[in-house]
């Protein structure tokens, strides 16, 4: 069982990125797929969700009407999309499923 992520970098604030985790060893279609990110000094805090049913999508306030959590069952990958990115959303994501974490990514909003 493995999660690989792509994606992330530096961005300007406003800007957008998409992050990508593709799963091997099992169905992402029959689990629920989340992410998560730890800016530097603080906790790893939980971002978005999106179930295995396809149900409406779960964010942290912080992130709602910015961040787009999908699915791609055919590819079995999961994407972040993330557009008018702010400072404070600078941190390592991180995505997770299936009692697994990806590797994380870095994501730096700045000017």
């Known amino acids: 069982v493995q999660l690989v992520q792509s994606g992330g970098g ?4 406003g800007g957008s990125l998409r992050l990508s985790c593709a799963a ?3 169905t992402i279609s029959m689990y629920f797929m989340s992410w998560f990110r730890q800016a530097p000094g603080k906790e790893r805090e939980w971002v978005a ?3 295995s049913g396809g ?3 779960g ?3 912080s992130v709602k009407g910015r961040f787009t959590i999908s699915r791609d ?3 079995n990958t ?3 999309q993330m557009n008018s990115l702010k400072p404070e959303d600078t941190a390592t994501y991180y ?5 697994t974490w990806g590797q994380g990514t870095q994501v730096t909003v700045s000017s």
Not at 95 to 99: I, Q
């Open 49 to 51: 969700s999106i179930s």
């Open 55 to 57: 149900g409406t999508p």
């Open 59 to 61: 964010y942290v306030d």
């Open 95 to 99: 995505c997770r499923s299936a009692n």
């Open 24 to 26: 091997s060893g099992f």
């Open 10 to 13: 530096l961005v300007q604030p």
């Open 73 to 75: 069952n055919a590819k």
């Open 78 to 80: 999961v994407y972040l």
